[in-house]
């Protein structure tokens, strides 16, 4: 089992940054892929970012490439999201979650998922 709590969320204006993290217990997440997914208002959840289990690799959604950078620490079993250049699309409930192996961008291939951190983009 995988707890995953998620933190960082907040309000901030259309050019802004956030930093999002997410503090994992229970099982070591350094044997689990890392990704963050959202969830705008009447929309589905969507892909945003994976890293790899190591770190070595990433792979983002093309809307946030260049803006957005996922990083881990596996020492301290945290995942984090570093936006940039937020942009009211954006807005969303973001997710973090955890797959047991390698990365996906699929979202029913994660077992274990926190609540979820709002985040707002004013315009």
């Known amino acids: 089992q995988v707890q995953l709590v998620e933190s960082g969320g907040g309000l901030v204006q259309a050019g802004g940054s956030l930093r999002l993290s997410c503090a994992a217990s229970?099982?070591?997440?350094?044997?689990?892929?890392m990704g963050w997914f959202r969830q705008a208002p009447g929309n589905e959840r969507e892909f945003v970012a994976t890293?790899?289990?190591?770190?070595?690799?990433?792979y983002y959604t093309d809307s946030v490439k260049g803006r957005f950078t996922i990083s881990r620490n596996n020492a301290k079993n945290t995942v984090s999201l570093q936006m940039n250049s937020l942009k009211p699309e954006d807005t969303a409930v973001y997710y973090c979650?955890?797959?047991?192996?390698?990365?996906?961008?699929?979202?029913?291939?994660?077992?274990?998922w926190g609540q979820g951190t709002q985040v707002t983009v004013s315009s």
């Open positions: 229970g099982r070591a997440v350094s044997t689990y892929a």
């Open positions: 890293i790899s289990r190591n770190a070595a690799t990433t």
């Open positions: 979650a955890a797959k047991y192996g390698f990365f996906t961008t699929r979202q029913y291939d994660y077992e274990y």
